[in-house]
């Protein structure tokens, strides 16, 4: 089905879909208009029958996005007023740590589980190689492996 045709029959649906989960109206519309876009970037032929899942998935994976992020804002936020004022950031900082730490969150999100757990136990926890190798029950070269790959997408994160 063109993507035009798949606009016409599902958008209303699926901007109702996100109104009941997102609770507004002008975030449902945006969160539509994604959908189809993600859609339109897959170029991929859909079939009719396969239409409503196919947005359904895409969605869902928006609105997950979504409360993670706001999650880790709200985080951040309760982060900032702990601080003395002499060390908060200024607005224009913390926006900019926002956009950073929603980078970080969608770059540990690709990584495989194993290594988004080694790098989180290494640079959160502050654990050696041989501790997270312990903790994992792999080797040491093992959790070496995984902190290139996630150090890795780290930089490509923040410097491509």
């Known amino acids: 089905?063109?993507?035009?045709?798949?606009?016409?029959?599902?958008?209303?649906w699926l901007a109702g879909w996100f109104r009941?989960?997102?609770?507004?109206r002008d975030r449902a519309e945006d969160f539509t208009q994604d959908v189809f876009v993600r859609v339109i970037q897959g170029s991929k032929a859909v079939r009719i029958e396969q239409a409503r899942a196919l947005l359904t998935t895409i969605?869902?994976?928006l609105v997950i996005d979504h409360h993670?992020?706001?999650a880790l804002e709200a985080a951040y936020?309760?982060?900032?007023?702990?601080?003395p004022p002499a060390a908060a950031p200024s607005p224009q900082q913390r926006i900019e740590l926002l956009q950073a730490l929603a980078e970080l969150d969608?770059?540990?999100d690709g990584l495989p589980p194993r290594a988004r757990e080694a790098f989180l136990l290494s640079q959160v926890d502050g654990l050696s190689y041989a501790e997270i190798a312990a903790r994992l029950g792999v080797s040491v070269s093992s959790v070496q492996q995984y902190m290139v790959r996630a150090m890795s997408a780290c930089?490509?994160?923040?410097?491509d």
């Open 155 to 159: 930089y490509a994160a923040f410097h």
């Open 59 to 61: 969605a869902r994976g």
């Open 1 to 12: 089905m063109p993507v035009e045709g798949l606009y016409r029959e599902h958008r209303s």
């Open 77 to 83: 936020l309760v982060y900032l007023e702990s601080l």
């Open 68 to 70: 993670r992020h706001a």
């Open 106 to 108: 969608r770059m540990l």
């Open 20 to 24: 009941r989960r997102l609770g507004c």
